[in-house]
């Protein structure tokens, strides 16, 4: 079993950075993929990066690339998304997520570990 724990949301005006951490924890923990989803009220989860743990190669949606960035340390076993120049519409609770083995995914139904997820709210 794999224990993901978010840290690092909190309230921010718009323009602002935030860096939230994911730490895993459980036996023997691998990963092939790391992403972060988030779900703002009202509307379905969606896919926002992701990280190839092996490797590194980076994955994000459209809407965050160029101001938001995810990394890992392996060593930590610990994933980070680095969040700048935040905008109102990136207002959610957002979730780290594992994926055991397979090519990076955007689908949340093909990740086995999930976060209890973290706030990020940002004032207009």
């Known amino acids: 079993q794999v224990q993901l724990v978010e840290s690092g949301g909190g309230l921010v005006q718009t323009g602002g950075s935030l860096r939230l951490s994911c730490a895993a924890s459980g036996r023997a923990f691998s990963s092939s993929t790391m992403g972060w989803f988030r779900q703002a009220p009202g509307k379905e989860r969606e896919f926002v990066a992701a990280?190839?743990?092996?490797?590194?190669?980076?994955f994000y949606a459209d809407s965050v690339k160029g101001r938001f960035t995810i990394s890992r340390d392996n060593a930590r076993n610990t994933g980070y998304l680095q969040m700048n120049s935040l905008k109102p519409e990136d207002t959610a609770v957002y979730y780290c997520?594992?994926?055991?083995?397979?090519?990076?995914?955007?689908?949340?139904?093909?990740?086995?570990?999930w976060g209890q997820g973290t706030q990020v709210t940002v004032s207009s």
């Open positions: 990280i190839l743990w092996t490797g590194g190669s980076t």
């Open positions: 997520a594992v994926r055991k083995s397979g090519w990076y995914s955007r689908l949340e139904e093909n990740y086995d570990y």
